[in-house]
């Protein structure tokens, strides 16, 4: 609870957080908002491809022309103002830097970004969890090595989630079930970036004015991104994922104790331990007052009799057994919240959720029926989106990772609903990114849920 005092102090000592930002679009943007109001921190140096959009992106956010001047990472370390550049390797070569915040969205390219990152004793807070999803506990694993810290990113969900299932073990309770909401009737999975601002609720324009990328916003709608946070929680606190991937219950906060149960008791869960994501909307589409969208859950137990009376003292809303309760959040505010991670890493020398074993997977599946020849285009596009499987399962299927799943020539066709393989496709072996995923496979195939990742 004493971040901001610590801020505070390495300011005071003109010691700042240093840091480099590579990609500055929507989700770094929403982070450069904060960094000129947080004490103790310093923004060495921001490397993008385009530096011109991410120059308009700083004045959006309000940046003045004199905060990014820098005429090179030492000029801004001299004069405590920020460098606007492409290379990210000089950036993150640079003595003058600490922390890394790997916010590209691009997960073949984060590894890459991550790894060099390892190499050269910087800290990573690793905003692209699609990179995580495939290769995180393997990350994890190396930066331990480096002896630096690897990082989720807090605003996203998935840290915000493991900060809650944390709370619960911290606190002596067994937790029963965690996850986050979302919009979710089953033909989304179809959905494409044509059709994503009618299914997510926002008109096109508005979404125009806000320089919202269509892709990205179907990745959340056609379900690969809550498959890839789930797979990223499970893979961080040990909980499992579902036999059969996400059910997606419908459920109002109020209800969430009485869904994420088990099944034998009434409710959804296989067995207790299990990530699940909450719906916002019934089955035929009505809207669930005082839903969970944009939210995160945990839902923890009262295993004994003094503390479910606790609970019902206390008026705790439980489920009917007055076994079950959830601590929530319905919001979580992105980028805005990045400084919590960029704090703790440097402060505390403390990650905000990391992956510490290889639990689960999110798999590459057909949207439609596909034909060979045919290139797919990764996650919240228009070939496939993201199941969330056991690991076990997906390393006996031989699954096809979803963040694998850019720019790749399917050998064979795929029907709709199927699961792809790396079978099914033509893959450049030569990319890091392949390279330490097929090596992650390698170190935990044995069993994938025990084999500890640091």
């Known amino acids: 609870m004493n971040l901001y005092s610590k801020l505070q102090q390495r300011a005071a000592e003109g010691r700042p957080l240093r840091v480099g930002l590579i990609g500055a679009g929507k989700f770094g943007a929403m982070y450069l908002a904060q960094v000129p109001k947080t004490p ?59 922390i890394i915040v790997e916010c590209t969205g691009n997960p073949i390219a984060a590894v890459e970004h991550c790894l060099y990152a390892f190499a050269n004793g910087k800290h990573v807070v690793n905003v692209t969890v699609e ?175 003094y503390i479910r009376n606790c609970f019902k003292e206390y008026m705790v809303r439980t489920d009917p057994s007055g076994r079950y309760a959830c601590l929530y959040k319905r919001w979580h505010l992105i980028g805005l919240e990045v400084g919590i991670s960029v704090a703790s890493v440097g402060l ?17 599946t057909a949207k439609r029926d596909l034909k060979a020849g045919e290139m797919l285009d990764g996650e919240g596009g228009y070939t496939v989106h993201g199941k969330l ?7 006996a299927l031989g699954g096809l990772p979803l963040g694998l799943a850019h720019e790749v020539r399917l050998l064979r066709p795929v029907k709709q609903g199927q699961s792809l393989t790396w079978a099914d496709v033509a893959i450049d072996e030569t990319l890091p990114a392949y390279k330490i995923r097929r090596e992650m496979e390698g170190l935990f195939a044995a069993d994938p849920g025990v084999a500890r990742a640091v």
């Not at 946070?229 to 961080?236: I, K, L, P």
């Not at 020398?349 to 997977?361: K, L, M, Q, R």
Request: proline share 7%; net charge negative.
């Open 389 to 395: 499987f056991q690991a076990k399962k997906s390393i």
């Open 40 to 98: 103790g921190l310093h923004l060495v140096g921001i490397a993008d491809l385009v530096p011109a959009a991410a120059k308009a992106n700083l004045e959006r956010v309000g940046w003045k022309p004199a905060q990014c001047a820098a005429s090179s990472l030492d000029d801004a370390l001299a004069k405590g103002n920020t460098h606007l550049g492409e290379d990210w390797q000089a950036l993150v070569r640079h003595p003058g830097v600490d």
């Open 348 to 364: 505390r020398g403390e990650s905000t959720g990391a992956a510490t074993c290889f639990n689960a997977d999110v798999v590459a």
């Open 131 to 305: 990179a995580d999803a495939f290769c995180g506990p393997l990350l994890a694993r190396k930066a331990a090595a480096a002896g630096v810290i690897y990082s989720l990113a807090y605003g996203d969900q998935p840290a915000l989630i493991c900060e809650l299932v944390d709370w619960a073990r911290a606190a002596g309770f067994p937790v029963v079930a965690a996850g986050r909401g979302h919009k979710w009737l089953p033909h989304f999975a179809q959905s494409t970036p044509e059709t994503v601002w009618g299914h997510y609720g926002l008109a096109p324009e508005v979404a125009r004015t806000g320089g919202l990328n269509p892709k990205m916003f179907n990745s959340f709608l056609d379900g690969s991104k809550p498959a890839i946070e789930s797979t990223a929680v499970c893979n961080a606190t040990g909980l499992v994922a579902p036999p059969d991937g996400l059910t997606y219950p419908a459920a109002s906060v109020d209800d969430i104790p009485f869904v994420c149960r088990p099944i034998g008791e009434g409710g959804v869960l296989h067995q207790k331990g299990q990530v699940e994501v909450i719906s916002s909307l019934e089955k035929d589409g009505r809207v669930i007052p005082y839903d969970i969208r944009f939210g995160v859950f945990v839902v923890f137990e009262g295993d004994t009799e």
